[in-house]
């Protein structure tokens, strides 16, 4: 028994620790269960609490949301109560400038209408609609097109000999074009409308019609004026075409006069009034120019006879003419002629060399003291043509910024007219200016007051070919080292460009001191130049105390005045005196025979030459006086005629070898004369005679009939003995003697 109730509790405490296990599990289970419950319960609470947070916020920002919808709300409300009292007071202000404008259309008396792109008629002023009163009724709606015809068909304007249709048509196509001209309506009352139409950036078209008809008025009084007045131009040139011969008669008689007695023995009085006469009436003469010359221009009377000519020559000659000016007032005269340019051109030589004159003389007269350079440069084109520039600058008084761009207008002149300083008629500049144009050319001025002037001018002309050609290549200049003696810097850089050009190193000396230790620091010179006038010591001087020095080098004096005693007297120390300023090809034959010095060829035996005969045709007695005074002194068969018929006469008698033939004469004049001579040349088989015409008109404008009638050249009284010493040398045959010495040509 004992057994099976220890067995019996076995069981039993068996049993109950199963069910002690079971429950432990179970009780761990429901604390698992528990605790995942919790962290569950955790996280869910979390979520919970992140989703009410975001509740909240996005409450909130709806909330903001909210409050800025209706703060909007409530300023959109005000605006919008600006808005709408702006919008009525700018309706208003509209209405009063729509007011005021058409109050402003209807008070102008000019007609303004619009049409739209249809062409009917929106808009139009009373002015406008005033044109058809008592015609036609124009109202809005009416079409451009129907206007016109009704202009048409009730005779509203003058149709000037057209059809109606066919005015219509062209006005209508007038209106079509993009860019709409003006165009000037009369109407059959008499008045004058000038319709100024256009298209508008929306497309309608904007009409203004102006009453022109007082305006027309004054035009017409005008063109009368105009008529009238060119007609008193016209007279007043054809009274100073006949006075000039009347006036340059005497005046020939009353210059040439007292040139000669100038050169008869007088005592010291009667020189200064002799030549207080000759002075006084070479300026009378100059103005008498001027005056003609501007009234030919003015005239268009004035004729260009473009010919081959050597402008450096010319510009060298002028530069000779206004030598003795400039060195009264201690002034350089320079020439800068660009080394590579062409001298031989085709134009009027007479015209040009008045502008240069006038330029040049006008420097020199306004110029106290320093220099004047002639700048002279050049472009070729391509087509046989230079477009030349020439300017001459100066350093004298200038001119003020105000009067730059009058100075060149007529009967204006640098200073006052109550102290002027300076004498002339101001029209030298005005004939310069009006001179360039008609020859194609522009001028223009630079200045500054006290610092001097440069006026120039530009001209495209033809380039001519040398009419001589030489025999043989050109010798060269094997020379190769230079000195200059120069005080003044331009005309040092003229020079050295010159001889650059040649092929020659130069050494630039400003003094005579300068040039002295360039010689005694042992430099070697093929060449000197020396100016004659330098600060420290005379030209001459120099020369010879370079000589003193051992300098062996051929030397140039370049001078103002080279008829000097002084330098006749140091020609052994000189190799040749150049005047200044000095031409490019007299200083390139220098250069030539110091390099390659020509042996003097043998004198040969001829025939003792004949005299020039020589023919002169002057209906004068005073001016056959003066001509035969003025020749006098030459070597000369020396015959008058009274007429052209006498000079024909003795033409074909005598056989002159040069004939002076003036062109105003009795019975036969010198333009029949010379044509008479010419057709019995040529029928005949003579040679050419030269003829000379002298002429006192200087505004007939029959320069060219001169020159047609078969004459070679005119002359302009009063004549001047340089002038016809000048044609007696041009024209001295050979076999006859040359009768005029280089002194009569100076």
């Not at 996280?43 to 992140?50: C, P, R, S």
Request: hydrophobic fraction near 45%.
């Amino acid at each position: 028994m004992k057994p099976r109730a220890e067995h019996g509790r076995f069981r039993m405490q068996v049993s109950i620790a199963d069910k002690l296990a079971q429950e432990r599990r179970a009780r761990l289970a429901a604390e698992r269960f528990l605790e995942q419950t919790k962290v569950e319960l955790f996280a869910a609470n979390q979520k919970l609490a992140q989703h009410a947070r975001a509740l909240s916020d996005q409450i909130v920002a709806q909330r903001h949301g909210l409050e800025r919808a209706q703060a909007q709300t409530e300023s959109l409300l005000g605006e919008n109560t600006r808005v709408r009292g702006d919008l009525e007071l700018a309706t208003s202000a509209a209405q009063i400038a729509n007011r005021r404008l058409w109050e402003a259309l209807e008070t102008i008396h000019d007609g303004f209408a619009v049409f739209d792109q249809e062409l009917r008629l929106v808009v139009a002023n009373r002015a406008y609609l005033a044109f058809f009163d008592g015609h036609v009724a124009v109202t809005q709606g009416v079409g451009y097109d129907a206007v016109l015809k009704l202009m048409a068909q009730h005779d509203m304007v003058e149709l000037e000999g057209r059809e109606p249709l066919i005015w219509h048509s062209e006005m209508m196509a007038r209106i079509r074009c993009a860019k709409i001209e003006p165009y000037v309506l009369r109407l059959a009352n008499g008045r004058y409308l000038r319709l100024a139409d256009r298209w508008g950036d929306e497309g309608d078209l904007v009409c203004l019609a102006q009453d022109i008809t007082k305006t027309m008025a004054r035009e017409t009084e005008l063109e009368k004026a105009r008529v009238e007045a060119e007609a008193a131009n016209r007279a007043k040139s054809a009274f100073l075409a006949n006075m000039s011969h009347e006036i340059r008669t005497p005046m020939s008689g009353v210059v040439g006069m007292s040139e000669l007695l100038c050169e008869t023995t007088l005592n010291e009085e009667q020189r200064l009034f002799a030549e207080t006469i000759k002075s006084s009436g070479e300026a009378l003469l100059k103005i008498i120019n001027e005056v003609l010359d501007y009234s030919k221009i003015e005239a268009d009377k004035l004729r260009l006879y473009p010919e081959v000519f050597d402008l450096e020559r010319c510009l060298h000659e002028i530069m000779v003419l206004l030598g003795p000016s400039a060195r009264d007032k201690g002034l350089e005269l320079l020439v800068d002629y660009d080394i590579a340019l062409p001298t031989r051109y085709v134009a009027d030589p007479g015209r040009m060399r008045q502008v240069m004159t006038n330029l040049i003389g006008n420097a020199v007269k306004f110029t106290l003291a320093g220099h004047v350079l002639v700048r002279v440069v050049g472009q070729e084109r391509g087509d046989g043509q230079f477009d030349l520039q020439v300017a001459v600058e100066d350093t004298g008084i200038g001119i003020a910024p105000e009067y730059i761009e009058h100075v060149l207008d007529k009967f204006n002149q640098v200073e006052s007219a109550s102290n002027r300083k300076f004498e002339g008629t101001g029209l030298g500049l005005a004939i310069t200016r009006q001179l360039v144009e008609l020859m194609g050319g522009t001028i223009w001025v630079d200045s500054e007051l006290g610092r001097g002037s440069c006026f120039g001018f530009k001209l495209t002309v033809p380039v001519a070919e040398p009419l001589e050609v030489a025999e043989g290549p050109l010798a060269p200049i094997t020379l190769k080292a230079a000195l200059v003696v120069e005080d003044l810097s331009v005309n040092r850089v003229v020079l050295e460009r010159q001889l650059q050009a040649y092929g020659l190193a130069v050494t630039l000396c400003r003094s005579g001191a300068e040039a002295l230790g360039a010689v005694k620091a042992g430099a070697h010179f093929d060449v000197v130049l020396v100016d004659q006038q330098i600060p420290d010591m005379d030209g001459l001087q120099l020369v010879q105390r370079l000589r003193d020095k051992g300098l062996g080098a051929p030397i140039l004096l370049l001078t103002t005045n080279p008829d000097q005693a002084a330098i006749g007297a140091m020609q052994g120390e000189l190799a040749a005196a150049l005047e200044k300023p000095v031409l490019r090809s007299d200083l390139f034959r220098s250069l030539q025979d110091i390099a390659q010095p020509v042996a003097a060829a043998p004198a040969q035996a001829s025939i003792a030459p004949r005299q020039m005969r020589v023919l002169a045709a002057e209906d004068n007695r005073t001016n056959q006086l003066v001509f035969n005074k003025m020749v006098k002194d030459y070597d000369i068969d020396l015959q008058f005629a009274n007429n052209g018929r006498e000079a024909l006469d003795l033409w074909q008698q005598w056989r002159p070898d040069l004939v002076f033939m003036d062109i105003s004469m009795p019975e036969m004049d010198g333009r029949e004369a010379a044509r008479a001579i010419r057709d019995y040349e040529q029928v005949h088989g003579l040679r050419r005679t030269p003829i000379v015409a002298l002429t006192a008109h200087a505004m007939d404008g029959d320069a060219d009939s001169i020159l047609a009638a078969g004459i070679d050249l005119y002359l302009t009284k009063p004549l001047k003995k340089r002038e016809i010493a000048k044609q007696l040398a041009a024209y001295c045959p050979p076999g006859a003697r040359c009768s005029v010495p280089e002194a009569g040509l100076q």
